[in-house]
């Protein structure tokens, strides 16, 4: 929610055919929904803050505001604020189940909104302002926001106990009302709202004890869901506005490329077209729909300079970042211990590719700008990034840059970017008119910000009954962090997200060092977050090369993990769940099939994912089973925890087997799903979680599955094949049985074959 609802579209103004076509059938689509320089202040609280009266002024001066996060109106409605973007995550519903546990409301008798944008009232510290990313949301509010319900709560109490000439201690809530036992008198929240907007703000609160908790650790529904599943909420692809039109753009192929020229005769003769406009490196066809934009786009002929990226290939990359991992000048990440003289050493080089976000929701941005005001509509991450850059643009003040969040369809770390609202600030500064920019999936995937790759030199010296004595690691890989937020880089320019989960493992071992040699990308070539973000790949090449190890000293690749987890009994029972789930050694397994597993502890949960794996003998992988436990500390909602893991994993799983953004030219060869793919439906496994259950604070969820997919399947693979895949994705033609099976898998690439998998 803006803090100027009078221009968002009214539910009549939002009129499409994907939600009429939900609507009128009763349909539902299913799918997973699943910023800038240095780091900007944050600091969210329970407690009244800065800014804070603005905010509520803004919304309407509820009579009952006691902080950022709660509403209360004297006819009892309640809206909660919520200060992280929904993307699928379910984080609307967790973190409405905080605030309404302590304030003792149900689900059912809320509303939940999206936050203004503000560091100040809605930043997450551990990221330093107004982010949703890193798997932080819960675990950065868990205590804030239970606070802040019962801040209003104890207020409310206090009105009802002054009414009533009673001791408050006397009095309870329940559904949104507060009880007198004794008297048998009860008033509603709403009757309260004014008497308890007036009262001073507690100096400490009593947080509920665990035992009396009614919502949280519950297996609740979403709050969100009957709406989408009515196609009743507005994402920002369904914005509408009078007045609007819609571009379709296209940007120079090549990488950093620039816009030339362009004759828009052609398209300005196609019914519909508007305006055909550009900026430094991109072409913007507007019409009265999206149809006759993409229609004029395409009968332009533009002329671009391709720039230095020209001749750009993918191999031209990985052969600079080997030398980079093998010559170039490291970061000490964490040294302990020396490298033993005795000893067997072992070494294996992993590398994995770059990686697009491909969301479900192509990027797309509405704006509206005009001499003393910006108006955005986008489902962003980052909103305060989105107010900035729309300044500068603009040359507007800041406070005249109005965003209104939108749900997002699917973020993964795409939407922490600015770039396409840059795009569509600079095209609508342009015309006197609102329009929205949608980009193609073919434009979103050809244009995204990528995962770096990484090359890792990975070094083991182990005793005789194979047990490390000394870890190293050597990785390479470009730098998210020194790009997104420079000023969060350490002292000595290391980038930490380079070395997450190398730094600290879950295993004992005595000796280690790690290393990080920066290796930029050529200009134009702009890497970003991607779901998982450092334990995506460091844990591929550490589980592998774990696994590795336990096959060299010819152990049980779960007996060798238990032996080095001795000292780490959260992580133990995390592996001995899935072990015990999934029947490890219970049973023989069929030629070709096997078991990998991966542990590890990103984001501040323990996980451990068993991958039950058959290998064709043409090389085709079909996942049979997996098996995830997972230690995340106190649970929020159970539905979400397993619905958030499986779709992790699955998210890991595609991305393993199918996925690799590859150069040509200087161009992304990659453009949609047919060669960007994902696991269909009938290829997805049956997918367990077990959590296990404890008191522990909240660890993160939303990427703990991707992180630990690509390791259970290489490791699954391994164990079905004896092939240990060294770098992503999975290379079916290393998994082929005979020379025969290797013919036909020739024939499908040629096209001539039919896959029989």
């Known amino acids: 929610m803006s803090n ?9 103004s939002i009129d499409i055919s994907r939600r009429r076509a939900l609507q009128h059938t009763g349909l539902a689509i299913a799918f997973l929904w699943l910023g800038g320089s240095g780091i900007a202040s944050a600091s969210i609280s329970a407690r009244r803050q800065p800014g804070d009266a603005e905010a509520a002024a803004a919304d309407g001066n509820p009579p009952f505001a006691p902080n950022a996060f709660i509403r209360i109106d004297t006819d009892g409605s309640i809206r909660l604020v919520m200060p992280s973007v929904e993307m699928g995550q379910a984080i609307y519903t967790g973190m409405s189940m905080m605030i309404a546990e302590e304030l003792g409301v149900g689900l059912d008798q809320i509303k939940v909104e999206a936050s203004p944008p503000s560091d100040q009232l809605y930043g997450i510290p551990a990221l330093g302002g107004q982010i949703t990313g890193g798997s932080t949301s819960t675990r950065a509010t868990w205590p804030v926001l239970r606070e802040a319900g019962a801040v209003a709560r104890t207020l409310l109490v206090s009105a009802a106990a002054t009414q009533w000439q009673v001791d408050p201690s006397t009095c309870s809530v329940d559904r949104g009302a507060v009880h007198h036992q004794a008297s048998g008198r009860s008033a509603s929240y709403g009757s309260l709202a004014t008497a308890a907007g007036k009262l001073p703000l507690p100096d400490k609160v009593q947080l509920k004890d665990p035992k009396d908790f009614t919502l949280i650790g519950k297996p609740l529904r979403r709050v969100d869901s009957a709406d989408k599943v009515k196609g009743a909420t507005q994402f920002g692809i369904d914005v509408r506005l009078p007045g609007m039109k819609v571009a379709a753009v296209k940007a120079c192929p090549t990488l950093n490329g620039k816009f030339v020229s362009v004759d828009d005769k052609p398209a300005r003769a196609i019914p519909g077209v508007v305006d055909v406009i550009h900026t430094e490196d991109s072409v913007a066809v507007i019409g009265d729909h999206f149809w006759a934009a993409k229609r004029g786009l395409e009968a332009l002929d533009i002329q671009w300079n391709l720039g230095e990226n020209a001749k750009l290939t993918t191999q031209q990359l990985r052969d600079a970042l080997a030398d980079s991992a093998q010559n ?28 697009a976000h491909a969301t479900m929701e192509p990027l797309n941005t509405t704006v509206f700008v005009t001499s003393d005001k910006c108006e955005i509509w986008v489902g962003t991450q980052v909103p305060m990034r989105v107010v900035d850059v729309a300044a500068k643009i603009t040359g507007l003040a800041a406070d005249k840059v109005v965003v209104h969040n939108q749900y997002l369809g699917g973020g993964f770390g795409r939407r922490l970017e600015t770039d396409s609202v840059e795009q569509a600030v600079a095209i609508a500064k342009q015309v006197s008119y609102p329009v929205k920019v949608i980009w193609t999936r073919e434009e979103d995937i050809r244009h995204d910000r990528v995962r770096p790759m990484y090359h890792d030199l990975l070094t083991a010296v182990v005793d005789a009954d194979g047990k490390p004595l000394w870890f190293g690691d050597r990785t390479s890989g470009g730098t998210v962090l020194g790009r997104w937020a420079p000023g969060a880089m350490g002292k000595n320019g290391l980038d930490s997200d380079a070395v997450e989960c190398l730094v600290e493992t879950p295993y004992d071992i005595p000796n280690t060092k790690i290393e990080w040699i920066r290796h930029d990308m050529p200009p134009g070539l702009v890497v970003g977050w991607w779901r998982g973000v450092g334990p995506t790949h460091n844990l591929f090449s550490f589980e592998s090369f774990i696994d590795e190890l336990a096959h060299k000293a010819g152990k049980d690749p779960l007996a060798y993990r238990q032996s080095l987890l001795q000292k780490n009994p959260r992580s133990l029972k995390v592996l001995n769940t899935a072990a015990e789930k999934i029947g490890w050694g219970s049973q023989p397994l069929p030629a070709r099939v096997g078991r990998g597993i991966a542990l590890g502890e990103p984001f501040g949960s323990r996980v451990c994912a068993i991958v039950e794996a058959e290998v064709t003998p043409q090389g085709e992988v079909v996942m049979r089973k997996a098996v995830v436990a997972l230690d995340c500390g106190i649970a929020i909602n159970i539905s979400s925890i397993e619905a958030q893991v499986q779709g992790g994993l699955l998210f890991g799983l595609s991305a393993a087997l199918y996925s690799e953004i590859t150069l040509k030219n200087g161009a992304i060869e990659q453009s949609n799903f047919h060669d960007y793919r994902n696991l269909r439906i009938n290829q997805t496994p049956v997918v367990e979680v077990h959590r296990i259950e404890n008191d522990e604070a909240p660890g993160g969820l939303g990427e703990v599955g991707t992180a630990i997919a690509a390791p259970a399947l290489a490791n699954a693979i391994f164990a079905a094949t004896g092939v240990r895949l060294y770098k992503l994705p999975v290379d079916r033609t290393l998994l082929v049985q005979s020379g025969d099976a290797m013919q036909h898998v020739v024939s499908l690439e040629s096209g001539k074959g039919r896959d029989v998998a």
């Open 4 to 12: 100027d609802t009078q221009h968002l579209p009214t539910d009549e």
């Open 328 to 355: 170039g000048k490291s970061i000490v990440a964490k040294e302990v211990g020396k490298r033993p003289e005795g000893g067997t050493t072992v070494a294996s080089t992993y590398q994995l590719p770059m990686l």
